[in-house]
């Protein structure tokens, strides 16, 4: 299955699980899973939250920013992935000077 981003639309949510800034997204869910290519601009963050049954696996494509998983700060960049377990607490945090652009999948 080949999933379309580029007719999906582009939604900003500000405040991201109480980020900082907005959280821009192009989610598709097919009722058990959600596929989503994200943007976090300069400063922005997706906020502090613990997985409960599920988990979220982060491809980052382009810039730079950090992952803090269960209190222990993560540099990433451009082709790593971040790995949040279910029961286990993360965010991401773009702390550059450019977009932080990732894949990413909560099963």
């Known amino acids: ?12 949510i500000p405040s991201f699980k109480g980020g900082q800034k907005q959280y821009n997204v192009k989610i598709f869910f097919d009722g058990k899973a ?11 963050s997706i906020g502090t939250h613990t997985h409960e ?5 982060i491809f980052i494509t382009s810039g730079t920013g950090k992952a803090i998983f269960d209190g222990q ?6 082709g790593d992935v971040h790995y949040c377990p279910e029961g286990h607490t993360h965010c991401l945090i773009n702390n550059s000077d450019e977009d932080l652009v990732f894949s990413a999948v909560v099963a």
């Open 53 to 57: 049954g599920n988990c979220e696996v």
């Open 1 to 12: 299955m080949k999933i379309p981003f580029d007719t999906i639309e582009e939604t900003a």
């Open 73 to 78: 700060e993560i540099a990433l960049s451009a």
């Open 34 to 44: 959600r596929i989503m290519k994200g943007r976090l601009v300069p400063g922005a």
